[in-house]
């Protein structure tokens, strides 16, 4: 097939809008679905200058989504004396993984001459995801262990490195496959929380100093856009899936919606559209954080609703293995 604009080869079809692109055409409808959530969610504080710049810090994992997240924002604003990029990359401890995905994090922030921190679970918490695996003394998949680690390294690092908003590169496939998780689950009280990391905009939301505000600024780009993104601009990108990934319920969800998007091209567009306005309606409701009070944790300090925040429970519950 030829690209509607050009004439030229495409490379892509887009089924829920119809279209077909070339190379040069894609690249650039991504780039402008980032550009275009950036600025419809206020990103970048009207009151930010050269001299009093915002610091943006992207969790650079090393995969397709934040290595394209990080390559576009560096085009966008990597000239641009008011915003200051700064990549966080964390390792997990997973042998024969992570120290690829993070060589390609390196190779990618070099190029791109921007600053990159790396902090792992071994010298901040004395674990190794190898080990909590086979320890499990929660009895939970290894996903949850992890996700509680790594969010509690991005804000509190985020918040080290003076932060004024956290950027994840979360695609449409993982926000639609997490929008229809909690709405199955019937959690609206998660739907606050979601919408809290970020489903709106900055402008029209209270401001708190207990988080480092979050973005998503390529949730509008399907994952198999992304991972052509990568491969066409021939990013360092690690696309490998984790061994230890086993979130069967995830799985099945997603499995769902690549269906209904097969059948029913727009689906995770049109899911995405109902939710953002359900979320805002939640987060109004529940305020955010269930309507708890935020106080610190006794063992860490770390923000949480209460006495002792989840990780410090997990790591307590591993020591007395």
């Given amino acids: 097939m030829d690209c509607d604009r050009c004439g030229a080869d495409a490379v892509m079809h887009a089924a829920y809008s119809g279209a077909h692109l070339c190379e040069n055409h894609f690249t650039r409808s991504v780039e402008k679905r980032v550009r ?14 050269p001299e009093s710049p915002e610091t943006w810090v992207i969790g650079l994992s090393g995969g397709k989504d934040s290595v394209v997240l990080t390559e576009i924002l560096s ?14 990359s964390i390792h997990e401890g997973i042998e024969g993984y992570r120290d690829e995905s993070l060589a390609a994090s390196e190779e990618l922030t070099e190029a ?5 921190t790396v902090v792992g679970y071994e010298e901040e918490f004395g674990v190794r995801m190898d080990d909590v695996v086979e320890d499990d003394p ?23 490195l003076g932060a004024d908003k956290l950027l994840t590169g979360h695609n449409l496939d993982d926000e639609a496959q997490t929008a229809l998780m909690n709405v199955l689950e019937g959690d609206i009280k998660q739907v606050a929380k979601h919408f809290d990391a970020s489903i709106g905009g900055f402008d029209d939301r209270e401001e708190t100093e207990a988080f480092v505000p979050r973005a998503k600024p390529l949730r509008d780009v399907p994952e ?4 052509l993104y990568a491969h066409l601009k021939d990013l360092p990108a690690h696309i490998t899936e984790c061994p230890h990934a086993s979130e069967a319920y995830r799985g099945e969800i997603q ?17 995405m559209s109902g939710y953002e306005e359900l979320a805002a309606l939640a987060a109004d409701a529940y305020g955010g954080e269930d309507g708890q009070a935020l106080r610190e944790c006794t063992e860490c300090g770390s923000t949480t609703s209460a006495d002792v925040c989840r990780k410090c429970r997990l790591l307590a519950s591993m020591e007395a293995v």
């Fill in 255 to 271: 499995e769902l919606l690549l269906k209904l998007e097969e059948n029913h091209p727009g689906t995770r567009h049109s899911i």
């Fill in 75 to 88: 085009d966008t604003f990597g000239k641009d004396p008011r915003v200051e990029l700064v990549a966080l």
């Fill in 36 to 49: 275009r959530r950036v600025r419809e969610d206020n990103l970048l504080a009207s009151d930010a200058t």
């Fill in 138 to 160: 929660e009895n939970m998949a290894p996903c949850a262990y992890c996700g509680v680690f790594r969010r509690d390294l991005l804000e509190s690092y985020a918040e080290e």
């Fill in 112 to 116: 791109l001459d921007i600053q990159h």
């Fill in 224 to 227: 198999k856009e992304v991972a």
